[in-house]
Nanobody
Framework: QVQLVESGGGLVQAGGSLGLSCAAS????????MGWFRQAPGKEREFVAA????????YYADSVKGRFTISRDNAKNTVYLQMNSLETEDTAVYYC??????????????????WGQGTQVTVSS
C-alpha cells in the first residue's frame, strides 16, 4: 500500500531553520505531484508548497514564499521542505501529500490522494 512518512520536525527558535523530508513508497513517485500542507491548532489545514513531478515547477503559499523551498529527488522517492527564517506563526503539524499530475487545483486538499501522518513543527519566540 501507499505510504508517505514525514520526518524532520521539531522545536526551533524564531529565525531558525528546519528541514522536513517525506519518503514515499508503494506508488510510482515520479508520476505524482507532491505537496506540503500544515495545520495549526484550532485552524484548518492549509496549503504550503507543491512541486511538479519533474521538479521543474514549484508553487508556494504567499505566507512562506521566499522562506521555504520545496524540492524532490525522484531517485530516492523523497520530497523535501527546507524552512528558513521561521516564525512562530509557522507552528503546525506539517503533512506531505501525493496527487495525480492532472486535474484539480494543487492548492486544494481534494487534489491529493495520499497523505502522510504529519510531523510537528514548533517555533518558539
Amino acid at each position: 500500500q501507499v505510504q508517505l512518512v514525514e520526518s524532520g520536525g521539531g522545536l526551533v527558535q524564531a529565525g531558525g531553520s528546519l528541514g522536513l523530508s517525506c519518503a514515499a513508497s508503494g506508488l510510482t513517485f515520479s508520476r505524482y505531484i507532491m505537496g506540503w500542507f500544515r495545520q495549526a491548532p484550532g485552524k484548518e489545514r492549509e496549503f504550503v508548497a507543491a512541486i511538479s513531478w519533474t521538479g521543474s515547477n514549484t508553487y508556494y503559499a504567499d505566507s512562506v514564499k521566499g522562506r521555504f523551498t520545496i524540492s524532490r529527488d525522484n531517485a530516492k522517492n523523497t520530497v523535501y521542505l527546507q524552512m528558513n527564517s521561521l516564525e512562530t506563526e509557522d507552528t503546525a503539524v506539517y503533512y506531505c501529500a501525493a496527487g495525480p499530475t492532472y486535474g484539480g487545483s494543487i492548492y486544494r486538499e481534494g487534489k491529493y490522494d495520499y497523505w502522510g501522518q504529519g510531523t510537528q513543527v514548533t517555533v518558539s519566540s
